[in-house]
């Protein structure tokens, strides 16, 4: 009689818990590689805009170094992937981008947590914040998530750059910058527009950041036809009416958007 080895599957996720690959044993990081036997990434840090050394102080010595990992200083902190959605203003623009996007994320479970309450914020040492998904918050969640809740999720996860700006012009847009970098402006107050065509409550600020960022953004990562345009028909107004706040869709102002939908697995 002989005994054969049984292989234990190995869960492949080691330093702050990103995958290791097994051939060359460096860390995936999403927006680069990670090599932990020399504590440092195989690749500088780098920024779709152009800047002399990004996301360095140059008062700082240790932010110059842009192969380095949290500054030479890992006890103080983790850094999620590289990539995510960035906020930007003062702390009170931050929380209300924040807001505006978790709102789209509807469901509440039977104990009563809101799923845009399972989103926190991360800030660096360079000051740089980002919205990430508390995992932690997130293993106590009890039932199915929304699609607005999949696709923050998605957005967050994705190796593109989104970063989001309350702005005081009277209009909200999305650029895409090229090299994987979006930037979503929302109109800090209501717009004139809004105000001509008013939505439930005379103005949403929930639904137009899911319009641009959960929108136009998101779909511009993953090159869905048409991202970018807007309009009855467009894939960004199917997506908007089909998904998102549903109780506001028939303020839409031009409309809810009947018949053919998109696929929603994106």
Not at 208 to 235: C, K, V, Y
């Amino acid at each position: 009689m002989y005994d054969y080895p049984v292989q234990h599957a190995r869960l492949n996720y080691r330093f702050t818990g990103k995958e290791r690959d097994t051939e060359s044993g460096n860390d995936y990081f999403e927006a680069r590689y990670y090599a932990s036997s020399m504590g440092r990434f195989l690749s500088p840090d780098w920024s779709a805009k152009i800047v002399p050394v990004p996301y360095a102080k140059l008062s700082d010595p240790q932010s110059l170094n842009l192969y380095a990992y949290l500054l030479n200083n890992p006890l103080e902190g983790v850094d999620p992937d590289g990539h995510e959605v960035d906020l930007n203003g003062n702390k009170a623009d931050k929380a209300e981008e924040q807001r505006r996007l978790a709102a789209n994320a509807t469901k509440t479970d039977k104990n009563g947590v809101k799923e845009s309450s399972l989103f926190k914020q991360v800030t660096d040492k360079n000051g740089k914040t980002t919205m990430v998904l508390d995992k932690d918050a997130a293993a106590n969640w009890s039932g199915g998530h929304s699609q607005g809740f999949k696709d923050i999720v998605q957005t967050i996860n994705n190796k593109d750059v989104v970063s989001v700006n309350l702005v005081n012009t009277d209009d909200n847009n999305t650029h895409n910058d090229g090299g994987g970098h979006f930037t979503v402006n929302l109109a800090r107050n209501q717009t004139g527009y809004d105000r001509v065509n008013p939505m439930v409550n005379g103005n949403c600020f929930e639904i137009i950041a899911g319009h641009e960022i959960l929108g136009h953004a998101r779909m511009g990562m993953l090159g869905i036809p048409g991202a970018a345009t807007d309009g009855p028909g467009s894939p960004v107004f199917q997506y908007e009416n089909k998904t998102l706040r549903p109780e506001y869709q028939d303020a839409h102002p031009n409309g809810p958007i009947r018949g053919p939908r998109l696929p929603m697995e994106w």
